[in-house]
């Protein structure tokens, strides 16, 4: 899957699932989940253990069905290892330059996260034509967001930390092009108490409140 395929399929859905989980079993468990609940995308991230094997059995049991990603992505090494899993993009907490140099190598989407004005030009500068936002509800949330649309009106930016079910509209007013979104989403007691329907619950919930928010006449 091309960069612009997988970009396309962000934009669709407007939502990248943040999956950290505590082994194995429950990362695969909550890809099963969030796919269920009608969202095809997730962005494994590195703290899962044997997080590669997870990327692997999520494209072995989707196929094209679900497109999977890395997150938590901090070195060359790791991109690598995510790539030879399969991993159709790779997502930084912040600017990894080796990171966005090999993904461009391969021709795979790199979100390289950035907080600053400073770090957004210089991972711009990289080339990156996505970025993260990150720790987003720390700084002020949508607020942050929409202060950032003003000098970068052309960036895609995710949002990710803090986003959840009763914010995500204003962070799609604020501008994002899509929003990042973990333990709210993604629950780890869900997942120990063998209950990952709450997460389908919750992902259906999530994209239907993304729909109405990119309905809203302010976002039109």
Same mark, same amino acid.
């Given at each position: ?11 669709? %859905?407007? %939502? ?39 990327? #692997? ?16 992505? &901090? ?18 907490? /912040? &600017?990894?330059?080796?990171? &966005?140099? *090999? ?9 390289? /996260? ?33 202060? &950032? ?41 869900? *997942?120990?108490?063998?209950t990952p #329907? ?7 919930e999530l ?8 309905l809203a006449? #302010?976002?039109?």
């Open positions: 899957m091309t960069a612009e395929n997988v970009l396309e399929k962000i934009a669709g %859905i407007g %939502i990248v699932p943040v999956v950290r989980a505590e082994s194995y079993e429950h990362g695969c468990h909550a890809v099963e989940a969030l796919y269920a609940g009608g969202i095809p995308i997730v962005e494994i991230t590195m703290t899962v253990p044997d997080a590669p094997s997870v990327i #692997e059995s999520a494209i072995r049991k989707f196929g094209d069905r679900v497109v999977v990603g890395a997150g938590t992505v &901090l070195s060359a090494d790791h991109a690598q290892r995510c790539l030879d899993a399969g991993a159709s993009f790779l997502v930084s907490p /912040g &600017l990894s330059v080796p990171v &966005l140099h *090999l993904a461009k190598r391969h021709k795979v989407l790199a979100i390289p /996260g950035a907080l600053t004005p400073s770090e957004i030009i210089s991972a711009l500068a990289e080339g990156a034509s996505v970025i993260k936002i990150f720790p987003c509800g720390n700084v002020g949330g949508p607020a942050y967001l929409k202060s &950032l649309m003003g000098p970068f009106p052309q960036v895609s930016f995710i949002p990710t930390g803090g986003v959840n079910a009763s914010n995500a509209i204003q962070y799609f007013a604020a501008g994002a092009f899509a929003v990042g979104v973990g333990s709210d989403l993604v629950s780890s007691k869900a *997942l120990q108490a063998g #329907e709450q997460i389908t619950r919750a992902a259906q994209v239907e409140i993304v729909r109405q928010a990119r006449p #302010e976002l039109r």
